[in-house]
């Protein structure tokens, strides 16, 4: 069964500096999906990024980007220019592309603190 | 374009009754799955549902059930409520495996 990491239960970082947060995960596929979901206090899940295993440029979107490195099963996410409007939970997901499934396995989060 | 739509948002429940939460997902989405979110468990897989049948299921017991209906709009039910089943119950949508799951805003079900 595939299992998420994430090492780090909270972190904060001043408004404008860059965060990055840390995500592993244990697989023995080779192909599969993985995701960095943010959850503001409305509670509701917003995707903020996805990476394509089988793609080896890393994903960015805007301010955030990850740093993929497969052989290590690590996924983390950076935030540049950090805003108050991203503080909030940020869970790290996988799922895999056998089964036909949409099953996503998450992490337990990590809660972002934006310091003004 | 609407969102995953869930309802109701919030739920008290006595132990030993049973609920219903809903699920519409976006237009056009086929595949419906459902999350228990707790603080102790975090995000854990209940189930997942594709043009109305069950493609998968997570290690929850028995008296959690769900169905989907050609409408695509999901139902979940737990019979016999513990204090545990209290938790934030999310549902996500998606067009087919190779796209993103929208996650609807949640139903905060609280067992009293």
């Known amino acids: 069964a595939q299992t998420v990491t994430q090492s780090q239960p909270e972190m904060s970082v001043q408004e404008a500096e860059t965060v990055t947060l840390s995500c592993t995960y244990d697989?023995?596929?080779?192909?599969?999906?993985l995701f960095w979901y943010k959850q503001p206090p409305s509670r509701q899940m917003i995707l903020v990024i996805r990476?394509?295993?089988?793609?080896?440029q890393n994903a960015t979107e805007n301010r955030f980007s990850v740093n993929f490195q497969k052989a290590a099963k690590s996924f983390s996410l950076k935030i540049s220019d950090s805003q108050l409007g991203d503080a909030a939970m940020y869970f790290c997901a996988y799922r895999s592309l056998q089964g036909g499934s949409e099953k996503l396995v998450f992490g337990k989060g990590t809660k972002l603190t934006v310091n003004p | 374009k609407a969102g995953v739509t869930q309802t109701p948002r919030y739920l008290i429940k006595t132990r030993g009754q049973q609920v219903t939460l809903s699920c519409s997902p976006i237009?056009?989405?086929?595949?419906v799955s459902w999350y228990q979110q707790t603080p102790g468990q975090g995000l854990q897989f209940l189930f997942e549902y594709f043009s109305e049948t069950q493609r998968n299921k997570g290690n929850f017991p028995g008296r959690f059930s769900g169905r989907q209906f050609s409408n695509s709009r999901s139902e979940m039910n737990v019979s016999t409520l513990e204090l545990g089943d209290s938790a934030l119950y999310l549902c996500a949508s998606s067009v087919d495996t190779a796209t993103e799951a929208f996650f609807g805003q949640g139903t905060r079900l609280t067992v009293v």
């Open positions: 237009s056009g989405h086929r595949s």
């Open positions: 990476q394509e295993a089988y793609k080896q």
């Open positions: 697989t023995s596929e080779s192909d599969y999906y």
